[in-house]
């Protein structure tokens, strides 16, 4: 599988952005996808994670409320729809293939990732 992470840019704090994760393959729906994210200085952190079916959801505390991650396997495309964005938000978002079909907050259970997006939240 290859994904292709795109839809970062700059926006001011309260803003939002959709983020959209591209999947190459016919396999798609085997797969539960996830986001991540890494600040400048900071280690890899999940964001959120939905199962192979779209039916389950899972969001880090930091975001939960905020963030909405979908997919929709007809187009092989996942997404994060981030809202209320903060300065803290701030970093690169990976998007990751995981062969697991339920998502999971833990990276070793992905096996793919796309190259990431850059998101940059100004105060």
């Known amino acids: 599988v290859q994904l292709q992470a795109s839809g970062g840019g700059l926006v001011q704090a309260g803003g939002s952005l959709r983020l959209s994760c591209a999947a190459s393959?016919?396999?798609?729906?085997?797969?539960?996808m996830g986001w991540f994210r890494q600040a400048p200085g900071k280690e890899r952190e999940f964001v959120a994670a939905?199962?192979?079916?779209?039916?389950?959801?899972y969001y880090a505390d930091s975001v939960k409320g905020r963030f909405t991650i979908s997919r929709d396997n007809a187009k092989n495309t996942v997404y994060l729809q981030m809202d209320s964005l903060k300065p803290e938000d701030t970093a690169l978002y990976y998007c990751?293939?995981?062969?697991?079909?339920?998502?999971?907050?833990?990276?070793?259970?992905?096996?793919?990732w796309g190259q990431g997006t850059l998101v940059t939240v100004s105060s």
């Open positions: 990751a293939a995981s062969g697991l079909r339920v998502g999971s907050g833990d990276q070793s259970q992905y096996n793919y």
């Open positions: 393959g016919r396999t798609f729906m085997s797969y539960a």
């Open positions: 939905v199962s192979w079916s779209g039916r389950s959801t």
